[in-house]
């Protein structure tokens, strides 16, 4: 009596949707399939089973249980195919064709390998034996078979996923590129404004120009748009006062801080207030 024969299409292990693979997609996602004969059994039996399942790409070879290799259906059917063949094999076990066959080497991955290694090690096979299936260890030592058209197309799947993701953060990048740079204007807007604003309450040159007693100038160049550097010369009433200062920091915060001193400076001289604790007297 031959050995038990194992042969099925597809398993119960949890298969995810292939339109949905990425980059760290592994191959086991992708549809296994298990179709283990022993070698002691003869070559008539691994022809009906390729003849009832023209889906499957190959067979593990098993002695005893224990993994021995795999055996393609191409490499196969193209030696069964030659001169005496199918009367010399048909009814002999397994081995004995194996053993006549050119040895074929046989791509193994675990099933944990992502899809673009796989892929990439396949293609890097020769023409010869560039579509020959995959042979994937699962757990327990359990083996299984891939077929290469099938990884191929899981492969540009993911190329096409992945160019889909690069647009998609591309153009996500754009709006908020936009989004900055409409930010960055309406603030050098605002920026300006203030800025226009700081120059337009320092001294102008006819209120210096005006000061008889006196040969004044002025000039103040910020780092940024707006700084906090202060000067004033305030004439009243016959007084003349000036006033210099640095505030801490520069740009929107200290411009801000330099108008208010000023506009403290000058309600306090139009008031009147000659209180020292409020306003000093230079």
Known sequence: MYPT????????????SIQSITLE???????????????SCPGLELTKIFESNLTLAGAILTEDGKFQGMISRRRFFEKMSQPYSLALYHERPLFKLC???QAADVLIFSEDTLITTAAKQCLQRSSELMYEPIVVKCNHDIYRLLDVHLLLIAQGIIQ??????????????RQLNESLKSKVDRMSAELEVTRRLQQMLLPKSEELESITELEI??????????????????????SLKIGIGDITGH????????????????????????????????
Do not use: P, W
């Not at 299409?9 to 298969?15: A, L």
């Not at 915060?253 to 306003?279: C, H, N, P």
């Open 217 to 238: 100038s002025g000039f103040m160049q910020s780092a940024d748009e707006v700084g906090g550097d202060y000067y004033d010369v305030l004439s009243h009433k016959g």
């Open 160 to 173: 096409e996923n992945t160019g889909k993701q690069l647009d998609d953060a591309c153009q996500e990048i």
């Open 5 to 16: 024969l194992q042969s099925e299409s597809m398993f119960d292990f949890r298969v995810e």
């Open 25 to 39: 997609s592994t191959l086991k996602v992708l549809t296994l399939f298990e179709c283990q004969i022993e070698t």
């Open 251 to 282: 740009g929107l915060e200290s411009g801000v801080l330099m108008l208010m001193v000023q506009t403290a400076v000058r309600t306090l001289l139009i008031s009147g207030i000659k209180d020292s604790t409020k306003f000093y007297l230079f």
């Open 99 to 101: 053993s006549v066959m």
